[in-house]
């Protein structure tokens, strides 16, 4: 299956933090995107990055990409408590209609 | 406004029983989705509708049956619940990515949690 493993799955940290979460996927892709969710909540959409960056960053966010090695990271800096939520990157290797894949996830627990 | 929404949030029903979960985006997307979340929080696709026409069906069952009546609705029925489908059933929309210019993030709903007893 396509389907993404992130690690680590669960991650507990301190406020003021950095948050590091890998995904790792199968196939070629052509995007992949990173979904916060907090809990009994749906999923949102945190960052998208396509197959020919390498890098993005959005606010405290940096998303790395690389496809040689068919893995990302999610870097959270200076995490707060509002950032306890899992992670899930989803990757997009479909052609003319978007279908995309979740990865398993990564909770995360911020502590004041 | 809420941009996609899901009827209902919480169902409890017996095996056996059929129930339906409807679902509608007013964000003017012509992609509807819905996936399901196991207890495990494992996210799957299940079917996806794009003006109506289902595009993508992930080897589900035939109990289940995905109706779009618009591009502004999914609904889903299931037929002869059984204990394997309680989990929670999200519905989402998007554009139509007809390149590769995708910049198609999913809209999610808040989700209908489905226990089957």
């Known amino acids: 299956s396509q389907q993404g493993e992130e690690d680590p799955q669960a991650l507990s940290i301190q406020e003021g933090e950095n948050a590091t979460m890998n995904c790792s996927y199968k196939?070629?892709?052509?995007?992949l995107q990173w979904y916060r969710q907090n809990s009994g909540r749906g999923l949102v959409h945190l960052i998208l990055?396509?197959?020919?960056?390498r890098e993005k960053h959005s606010g405290r966010l940096r998303v790395t990409l690389d496809t040689s090695k068919k893995s990302s990271s999610l870097l959270i800096t200076a995490s707060r408590a509002a950032d306890t939520a899992s992670y899930f990157c989803?990757?997009?290797?479909?052609?003319?209609?978007?279908?995309?894949?979740f990865g398993t996830g990564t909770r995360l627990l911020v502590s004041p | 406004d809420t941009a996609v929404s899901q009827t209902p949030k919480y169902l409890v029903t017996q095996m056996g029983n059929d129930k339906s979960i409807k679902c509608e985006q007013n964000?003017?997307?012509?992609?509807m989705y819905w996936y399901k979340q196991d207890s495990k929080k494992f996210l799957k696709i299940m079917f996806s509708?794009?003006?109506?026409?289902?595009?993508i069906n992930e080897t589900v069952p035939n109990r289940f049956s995905p109706k779009s009546p618009d591009k502004a609705h999914l609904n889903l029925h299931i037929n002869s619940l059984e204990l394997g489908d309680s989990a929670v059933y999200f519905c989402?929309?998007?554009?139509?990515?007809?390149?590769?210019?995708?910049?198609?993030?999913?809209?999610f709903g808040e989700g209908s949690r489905l226990t089957v007893l």
């Open positions: 964000l003017g997307h012509d992609t």
């Open positions: 509708y794009n003006n109506k026409e289902l595009i």
């Open positions: 196939t070629s892709i052509n995007n």
């Open positions: 990055i396509r197959s020919n960056e």
């Open positions: 989402a929309s998007s554009n139509r990515w007809t390149g590769r210019m995708n910049t198609g993030e999913l809209f």
């Open positions: 989803a990757t997009d290797a479909a052609t003319g209609f978007q279908k995309l894949v």
